[in-house]
């Protein structure tokens, strides 16, 4: 099997934000390897705009250089990217005032698609839309990619979305979750839905829980004051993993469209139960005495007194017929050991053993690998090789795809996914605006929850697998956590 390139149509994509870190490292990158590939033609165009007093050639310059650095080994030669640098252009535009705007419009052709790329602070969403539609920049084709945070909480997610679409149709808005750009995400949807031998098995009779970890293990030095802001909780849980959840739990779509898709995404995300306080459990990573690297959280949010959590772990659970009985745990945080994530569906051991006195009898659980090796794994149950009676042990049937299909290439980076289905206009990879509201909606409750008690985050050590409170949570319904970066 050899990875098929479908040639998209020329475009016009002009990358607000251009000079900034997320563009240099990853959507220029991007780019260039969709361009290297011939995904698209020399007869598109990508315009970068910022504040930065730079010319075209200057633009063409810092692309190269970042194309050099970030870009995949062995695939950044020379006379590759002096092609690349030649679709390029440069308009300084401030977002705030009327500076470049009229310039950026004489830079575009009326007989393509345009993009518009915000690769900015989501403060700026609103201001950019408005001069894109006042200054006649935006057509009624044009769409607009916009990267998270979508808001702080309920209220500001509303108040974004009606600013967006005073000027632009829910159609024409892109909002990007790197996270379902992923190879195996979607993955998860052709496993469901493509073979008969899961979805029959998908459900609470079957299923004893399921697991969703996104470890990181870095932790927030740089970006502290930021990162202070939103807590694992706003920057992880209410868009990662509630994408993840929502993927896992969904019904089957009548189908694959991109709103047959997030409609049934919105009634997982609907069906969910509040969590209570009791079902959760947030820490913070702490010096530790000692190590090589002793700062602490509070230490990289520059707070003594912060009670934002870099670290949170809860039971979910989703009130329908297919999951009653089945939670769902979440877990997500800093400085944790490895850098791993995953969904791990763990099917109910068998309703009868005939192998008396055997060990090792116990459910299947099927693996989902995000990162950092992407691949699927299913633990099975086996006889131990050997004579001297039945003996049980467990065995792994593994699809690593770096293994598996080799012959595919290198797997995608999830932007170079995701912009060429911008430029396709397949929104099913994209979050929807209600789908946003309602991740809110359930999300906020929970936060005012734990900041109406003021209990502090509880204390963990570097590269572990987080607070103590963490595996309480799952002792005491008799489950183990599985073991990060084992």
């Known amino acids: 099997m050899v990875s098929r390139v479908i040639p998209v149509d020329p475009f016009d994509l002009v990358l607000f934000g251009a000079t900034g870190d997320l563009a240099r490292r990853k959507i220029l990158p991007s780019l260039f390897h969709r361009f290297q590939i011939a995904q698209f033609s020399p007869q598109s165009r990508i315009i970068g705009t910022s504040r930065s007093k730079l010319d075209k050639s200057g633009f063409q310059a810092f692309v190269a250089e970042a194309i050099r650095e970030f ?132 459900n609470s009779t079957h299923i004893d829980h399921v697991q969703i970890t996104v470890a990181e293990s870095i932790g927030v030095a740089g970006r502290g004051e930021y990162y202070d802001r939103s807590g694992a909780m706003r920057d992880m849980v209410q868009n990662h993993l509630m994408q993840l959840l929502c993927l896992t739990a969904m019904e089957p779509p009548s189908r694959f469209t991109s709103n047959a898709v997030r409609d049934e995404k919105v009634k997982v995300i609907e069906a969910l139960e509040t969590v209570a306080q009791g079902d959760l459990a947030r820490g913070q990573y702490r010096a530790t005495p000692g190590s090589a690297v002793a700062d602490s959280y509070l230490d990289h949010a520059g707070d003594p007194n912060s009670r934002t959590e870099s670290f949170i772990a809860m039971k979910v659970q ?32 068998p309703p009868h053993n005939i192998f008396e006195g055997a060990d090792g009898v116990h459910g299947n659980v099927l693996v989902i690998r995000l990162q950092p090796d992407e691949g699927i794994t299913l633990r099975t149950t086996i006889k131990d090789p050997g004579p001297g009676g039945m003996r049980l042990t467990g ?60 209990a502090a985050p509880q204390a963990y050590d570097r590269g572990g697998s987080g607070p103590e409170d963490s595996l309480l949570l799952m002792h005491r319904d008799n489950r183990r956590w599985r073991t990060i970066g084992a």
């Not at 992923?182 to 073979?195: D, S």
């Not at 999951?323 to 994530?341: D, I, M, V």
């Not at 795809?401 to 995701?418: H, I, N, T």
């Open 71 to 202: 870009g995949q080994e062995g695939e950044t030669g020379e006379e590759d990217i002096a092609a690349f640098v030649q679709l390029l252009d440069y308009v300084p535009v401030d977002a705030k005032d009327d500076t470049g705007w009229l310039a950026l419009k004489s830079h575009l052709r009326a007989d393509v698609i345009r993009v518009f790329y915000l690769s900015v602070g989501p403060s700026l969403f609103p201001e950019i839309a408005s001069r894109l539609s006042s200054c006649n920049i935006a057509t009624p084709e044009s769409r607009i990619v916009l990267e998270k945070p979508f808001g702080h909480d309920l209220g500001s997610a509303q108040a974004l979305n009606g600013a967006l679409r005073d000027h632009f149709d829910e159609s024409q808005i892109y909002r990007i979750d790197h996270y379902l750009g992923k190879e195996t995400v979607q993955n998860l949807m052709a496993l469901r839905f493509a073979n008969s031998l899961f979805e029959p098995l998908w």
């Open 318 to 349: 989703v009130a329908n017929w297919r999951w009653a009985g089945t939670p769902f745990y979440l877990r997500t945080g800093k400085c944790l050991r490895a850098r791993e994530s995953e969904i791990a569906v763990y099917f109910r051991d």
């Open 395 to 454: 065995a792994n049937l593994d699809m690593t795809f770096a293994d598996s299909l080799p012959e595919a290439g290198r797997p995608q980076d999830a932007y170079e996914r995701l912009i060429m289905d911008v430029i396709r206009g397949n929104q099913t990879l994209f979050m929807r605006g209600d789908e946003v509201e309602a991740a809110w909606a359930w999300a906020d409750p929970i936060i005012d929850g734990w900041s109406q008690s003021g």
